[in-house]
């Protein structure tokens, strides 16, 4: 079953603006991470946050998480059009390999 | 780029071709993976080889045909697809349990197909 599931499915800004994803999970874990993918493309590794962090930044990334209510926000402050992208939270990954991923938050970045 | 490469980046092909995905990866990883992407879907895990060995096979049709040569190349080879297995399929791999980002896994660009 479906581990992440991002929201909003959908969000569209202007360039400059910040923008917040979220992301919650069913089961417990030991990490979470957030990866970018852009149009037709493959996925690019953006950060990783475990289970005993609670902040983490990573230039303009921010990616909170709290385990109490098993959520993951990811913000992206001042952002360009070169920020158009759809975003992944994923769990999972360890010895047994295996990452989740959930839809998505299609992210626009309107100049 | 991540160090993952994907050929071809795009293939048509009729219900009864016979075609062959590559993946490469350049990074000394011994884990890699296939993933199917469709549209409004999440990603879909296929496939996990650990060191040449399949540990993984997430309830895929027999159409699909993993081989694993040697730890950097992945193929999956396709045949008598069928219209809905039209999608992007990505191939990932991953650092050995134990070192550094063993948990993050690195894409290729992934590889285009339509079956019509």
Known sequence: SQQGEEDPQALSIQEGENATMNCSYKTSINNLQWYRQNSGRGLVHLILIRSNEREKHSGRLRVTLDTSKKSSSLL???????????????????????????????????? | ETGVTQTPRHLVMGMTNKKSLKCEQ???????????????????????????????????????????????????????????????????SSPPPGTSGTDTQYFGPGTRLTVL
């Open chain 1, 76 to 111: 992206i402050t001042a952002s360009r059009a070169a920020d158009t992208a759809s975003y992944f939270c994923a769990t999972g990954g360890g010895s047994n390999y295996k990452l989740t991923f959930g839809k998505g938050t299609l992210l626009t970045v309107n100049p």
């Open chain 2, 26 to 92: 350049h990074l000394g990883h011994n884990a890699m993976y296939w993933y199917k992407q469709s549209a409004k879907k999440p990603l879909e895990l296929m496939f996990v080889y650990n060191f040449k060995e399949q540990t993984e096979n997430n309830s895929v049709p027999s159409r699909f045909s993993p081989e694993c040569p040697n730890s950097s190349h992945l193929f999956l080879h396709l045949h008598t697809l069928q219209p809905e297995d039209s999608a992007l399929y990505l191939c990932a």
